[in-house]
């Protein structure tokens, strides 16, 4: 089986780079979906979460991710302390995802693993493809296509590694600054030249 991991910044189209590699043939894993599936209600990570940051962050039963966004988004402190509960929560979740994978008889998976490099993971990988598109332009997608005041979309951006160090650390490089046809080209390219290196 290959591993390959998938990153980007935000606002970088990773998800529709995902949709495509689905289309391929990969099973993909989303690391955003495991963070969440990680503190579902009844979860450990739920009462790890409820017990460092207080029940002010609960709203309806559920952790009130909009609330604990704004907060870790302008305090470094606090995104420090709840990655260190999320995070290896969600290698487990990744880990035993792929397992499973891999035991259906998976040629090849995908973890879609928005901060990849930040967190050092890239020995885990054979081959790392990173969805790039211009800083200004996650900015302009992040205010434009998730609503997102421009002061949060800077937030989350200047909280990430740059995308351009990101590119020079990637076997990969995705440009998707143009139209989905000339990505799915790009992301095509990329699948024939992975399969080929088998």
Do not use: C
Not at 174 to 197: C, F, P, Y
């Amino acid at each position: 089986m290959k591993l390959i991991g998938l990153t980007g910044g935000a606002g970088s189209g990773k998800s529709t780079v995902a949709q495509m590699l689905r289309d391929l043939g990969a099973v993909v894993l989303d690391a955003d979906v495991a963070a969440h599936t990680v503190y579902e209600p009844g979860s450990l990570g739920f009462d790890l979460i409820e017990r460092e940051f207080g029940p002010d962050y609960i709203r309806d039963g559920k952790i009130d991710r909009a609330r604990l966004g704004e907060l870790v988004f302008r305090d470094a402190e606090a995104r420090a302390r709840l990655n260190a509960i999320v995070h290896p929560l969600v290698r487990e979740w990744m880990a035993a995802a792929t397992a499973n994978a891999l035991m259906r008889g998976a040629d090849v998976v995908v973890q879609d693993v928005p901060l990849l490099f930040e967190n050092g993971l890239e020995g885990l990988y054979s081959e790392v493809l990173l969805v790039h598109v211009p800083a200004e332009m996650q900015i302009e997608r992040l205010v434009q296509g998730r609503g997102l005041s421009e002061d949060r979309a800077r937030a989350i951006v200047a909280a990430q590694m740059p995308i351009d160090e990101k590119r020079s650390k990637a076997g990969y490089v995705i440009d998707n600054s143009g139209n989905v046809d000339e990505t799915r080209r790009q992301v095509e390219d990329a699948w024939k030249k992975l399969m080929s290196a088998r």
